[in-house]
C-alpha cells in the first residue's frame, strides 16, 4: 500500500507564492517520477508539471517560468514552488507519483486534493 500526503494548499492574494509539497511512503521499490495536476471548477483535471527522477522535467504552459517542480528522491517528495500567482491558478491540486512496486511492477497513485485560492 501506498500513500501520498499533500501539504501547503490555502489562500493567497494575486502575485503571491505558496509552495505544495507530497510524500509517498509505503511499499515503494522506487519511483519513475511525480507530478502535480489541478482541477478548477467545471474544467477538466490538467496537467501542472512532471518531473522524473532523473531530475527531467515538464510543464503546462500556462504555468512556465512561474511554477517550478522538484523532488528529493532520498525523501519520495516532490514540491511545487508557485510564485506570481493568479485568480486562474485557483483550484484543487492534485499530487500524482508512478511507484515501482517490490514485484518490479508500476502503479500510479493519487495524493488527496488540496484547494488553492487566488484572490485578486
Known amino acids: 500500500h501506498v500513500q501520498l500526503v499533500v501539504s501547503g494548499g490555502g489562500l493567497v492574494q494575486y502575485g503571491g507564492s505558496l509552495r505544495l509539497s507530497c510524500a509517498a511512503s509505503?511499499?515503494?521499490?522506487?519511483?519513475?517520477?511525480m507530478g502535480w495536476y489541478r482541477q478548477a471548477p467545471g474544467k477538466e483535471r490538467e496537467l501542472v508539471a512532471g518531473?522524473?527522477?532523473?531530475?527531467?522535467?515538464n510543464y503546462a504552459n500556462a504555468v512556465k517560468g512561474r511554477f517550478t517542480i522538484s523532488m528529493d528522491n532520498a525523501k519520495n517528495t516532490v514540491y511545487l514552488q508557485r510564485n506570481s500567482l493568479k485568480p486562474e491558478d485557483t483550484a484543487v491540486y492534485y499530487c500524482?507519483?508512478?511507484?515501482?512496486?517490490?514485484?518490479?511492477?508500476?502503479?500510479?497513485?493519487w495524493g488527496q486534493g488540496t484547494q488553492v485560492t487566488v484572490s485578486s
Open positions: 500524482n507519483a508512478g511507484v515501482v512496486a517490490f514485484s518490479r511492477l508500476e502503479y500510479g497513485y
Open positions: 509505503g511499499s515503494i521499490f522506487d519511483i519513475s517520477g
Open positions: 518531473i522524473s527522477t532523473g531530475g527531467n522535467t
